[in-house]
């Protein structure tokens, strides 16, 4: 389902016994990003943005997030990838001790892979990609500043070589959508997928 909500709806509050990702005590485990991200990227990581903020939505408490930018890089479609599946490795996804949370994991790198190679072909490449999780739910978003709409192709023709990227978001999250802050260029297209079982 395509929308422009910024989060998906249902209830998103904190576990009981700590189920959420915030340990006993209540205070939330945020991660410093790897790969090639900037010290300023670490910085804005580790920092909460305020609502509205155009460097990011706030995150629910527990939440473990990393951010990479994507300025000056090339090669951007398999740096997200390397990003993403560094960041499933430190949360637990990866090694994935069974089939569906294998299949789990690679559902994430393949959407983040449409993600970023849409924002190549019809927004002038991404600026970052976010990763967030939770024990529920990981958030992927990727921000550019073009002007269009993503949306699926109507009707989807499989046997079509192009425009399958928003078709298969659509059909592997939970939910997706697109977040445009008043008066910024640009927007962030996020997808919501289930932690695996």
């Known amino acids: 389902m395509s929308t422009t909500r910024p989060y998906s709806p249902g209830d998103r509050g904190p576990e009981p016994s700590g189920a959420s990702g915030v340990p006993e005590g209540g205070m939330p485990v945020t991660e410093e990003p790897t790969g090639r991200a900037t010290e300023a990227a670490a910085a804005a990581a580790e920092t909460p943005a305020a609502a509205g903020d155009a460097a990011g939505p706030p995150e629910p408490a527990g939440r473990q997030v990393r951010r990479l930018s994507f300025d000056g890089e090339s090669g951007v479609v398999p740096l997200a990838r390397d990003f993403t599946r560094q960041a499933l490795y430190a949360w ?9 949370q294998r299949a789990a994991a690679e559902d994430v790198l393949l959407v983040v892979s449409e993600l970023v190679t849409n924002a190549c072909l019809h927004a002038e490449g ?47 999250c939970l939910d997706w959508g697109v977040v445009r802050t008043p008066g910024v260029a640009g927007k ?7 932690a695996p079982a």
């Open 92 to 100: 637990g996804w990866l090694p994935a001790a069974t089939a569906d």
């Open 126 to 172: 991404p600026d970052e990609l976010w990763i967030s999780c939770d024990r529920k739910v990981i958030r992927l978003e990727v921000s550019d500043r073009g002007t269009g709409q993503p949306a699926p192709r109507t009707p989807h023709r499989a046997g079509r070589p192009g425009g399958h990227g928003m078709f298969i978001v659509q059909r592997l």
């Open 188 to 194: 962030r297209v996020w997808a919501e997928l289930g």
